[in-house]
């Protein structure tokens, strides 16, 4: 498939860049009036158009004047499989009660665990399926999945043999997370011992076995798991090869960030309270800062200090965290667009964030996040546009005509 006539070719990052770190973060390298050529799902080649050669000149292409061709969106946070929304506790934020104070009253996390249990591995699998779709027609084009709703042995297991149906049913990558250690289920709320040592001994064996899950994730935050339980728990998942992605920072400053770093964690996720200790930790690490602005836009808590995070020369990512508690929503666009507004990140810097630092993220950059000969073909083609800029600024607006997996136009 060739595409000529592009008016910016969006994300031309050395093919061995993997990661921007910092000021990295500023500069998207735009190609203007440019072609892109694919190949049995690959980048072949792209160039100008003043240059194109006469050798691919008679094959079919497709003129889109006035459009941009971007790398697809990389969204390396969500939560997915689900058995039902939870917009009862909609109406209750709304009142002004807090995420902490509906967690505590039985809604939260433990609600959505009593539903997901009573759901077939065909159920969620059907309704995962329909979000996913929708979020590939919204440009995501790579996508991290975690566990966390089961919260039993049986449950968790059923969410991740979920999610590796939907690995082998859509044509994006996806990477599983094993979140059993969201929150304490009822019966363990006064053993939390017994609870992580049904996580180390039954289900991270029984993961491993059925090669369920790459990565490992715990909700570190007061009321959930302490500093201490989340290191026994990543040490655990060491052992299995799986690496931490955790929940840090999102509701106080825990020392999440710093036992993450410690356990050599691909990422920290949310980070909305921060201090320059939790900043200074990660500035001499390869710990990518996962920022989740739509879950702060949604439940009215501070936004991140992208800024701080970014001077201190450290990767940020951004991502949906699409779940029905605290983002119901799995818009990458309206995630870019916040991260703009709310982050006060610029447009550059939004885009690669939520590209290849959410490749890097799910440690898929070698072959996915930017435009370069010999990565895969997953893009979008926008809308004709006047700048790059404007797809942000036009928050809750449509940018995106064609979607484009492994060189091929995707209808859903
Ligand atoms: O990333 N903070 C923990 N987990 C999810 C919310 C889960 C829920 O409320 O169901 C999050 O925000
Ligand atoms: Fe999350």
């Known amino acids: 498939m060739l595409i000529t006539n592009i008016?910016?070719?969006?994300?031309?990052?050395?093919?061995?860049?993997?990661?921007?770190?910092?000021?990295?973060?500023?500069?998207?390298?735009?190609?203007?009036?440019?072609?892109?050529?694919?190949?049995?799902?690959?980048?072949?080649?792209?160039?100008?158009?003043?240059?194109?050669?006469?050798?691919?000149?008679?094959?079919?292409?497709?003129?889109?004047?006035?459009?941009?061709?971007?790398?697809s969106w990389c969204d390396s946070h969500t939560h997915i499989v689900?058995?039902?929304?939870?917009?009862?506790?909609?109406?209750?934020?709304?009142?002004?009660?807090?995420?902490?104070e509906i967690a505590a009253a039985g809604g939260g996390i433990l609600n959505s665990?009593?539903?997901?249990?009573?759901?077939?591995?065909?159920?969620?699998?059907?309704?995962?399926?329909?979000?996913?779709?929708?979020?590939?027609?919204?440009?995501?084009?790579?996508?991290?999945?975690?566990?966390?709703?089961?919260?039993?042995?049986?449950?968790?297991?059923?969410?991740?043999?979920?999610?590796?149906?939907?690995?082998?049913?859509?044509?994006?990558?996806?990477?599983?997370?094993?979140?059993?250690?969201?929150?304490?289920?009822?019966a363990f709320k006064e053993d939390h011992q017994g609870y992580i040592d049904l996580i180390i001994?039954?289900?991270?064996?029984?993961?491993?076995?059925?090669?369920?899950?790459?990565?490992?994730?715990?909700?570190?935050?007061?009321?959930?798991?302490?500093?201490?339980?989340?290191?026994?728990?990543l040490k655990a998942g060491a052992q299995y090869g799986l690496k931490p992605k955790i929940h840090a920072n999102q509701l106080s400053v825990s020392g999440a960030v710093e036992i993450a770093v410690k356990n050599k964690a691909i990422s920290v996720d949310h980070l909305e309270e921060t201090n320059e200790e939790t900043i200074d930790s990660l500035q001499n690490s390869n710990t990518i800062a996962t920022l989740l602005p739509s879950c702060s836009f949604y439940l009215g808590?501070?936004?991140?200090?992208?800024?701080?995070?970014?001077?201190?020369?450290?990767?940020?990512?951004?991502?949906?965290?699409?779940?029905?508690?605290?983002?119901?929503?799995?818009?990458?666009?309206?995630?870019?667009?916040?991260?703009?507004?709310?982050?006060?990140m610029q447009p550059e810097q939004a885009i690669n964030a939520a590209t290849l630092n959410g490749a890097a993220a799910m440690e898929i950059s070698k072959e996915y996040g930017s435009i370069a000969i010999g990565k895969r073909a997953n893009l979008f083609v926008t809308t004709p546009m006047p700048s790059i800029a404007y797809l942000p600024y036009s928050f809750g607006e449509m940018q995106i005509e064609t979607i484009i997996l492994n060189g091929e136009i995707f209808n859903g």
């Open 7 to 71: 008016k910016g070719l969006v994300g031309l990052h050395p093919k061995d860049k993997l990661v921007l770190r910092g000021s990295e973060m500023n500069d998207l390298h735009v190609l203007e009036n440019a072609w892109l050529l694919m190949e049995d799902g690959f980048i072949k080649d792209f160039g100008k158009m003043s240059e194109i050669p006469s050798s691919i000149l008679h094959l079919p292409s497709t003129s889109v004047s006035g459009k941009y061709v971007f790398p």
């Open 113 to 186: 665990a009593a539903k997901l249990q009573n759901a077939t591995e065909d159920e969620l699998f059907e309704s995962a399926s329909i979000r996913l779709n929708q979020m590939i027609l919204l440009g995501t084009g790579a996508i991290e999945i975690k566990s966390g709703y089961g919260l039993t042995v049986e449950s968790e297991i059923k969410m991740l043999r979920v999610i590796k149906k939907l690995k082998n049913a859509f044509p994006i990558p996806i990477k599983a997370t094993f979140l059993a250690a969201h929150a304490y289920p009822a």
């Open 82 to 100: 689900f058995a039902a929304s939870r917009e009862e506790e909609f109406a209750l934020k709304i009142q002004g009660k807090t995420y902490e």
């Open 301 to 344: 808590i501070p936004f991140a200090n992208a800024k701080g995070i970014i001077d201190a020369d450290v990767s940020v990512a951004l991502a949906t965290d699409f779940n029905p508690g605290s983002t119901p929503s799995g818009n990458m666009n309206f995630v870019v667009s916040l991260g703009c507004i709310k982050l006060k």
């Open 201 to 233: 001994n039954k289900m991270l064996p029984q993961i491993a076995v059925e090669k369920l899950a790459d990565y490992i994730d715990v909700f570190c935050e007061k009321g959930f798991f302490s500093v201490e339980e989340t290191d026994q728990i």
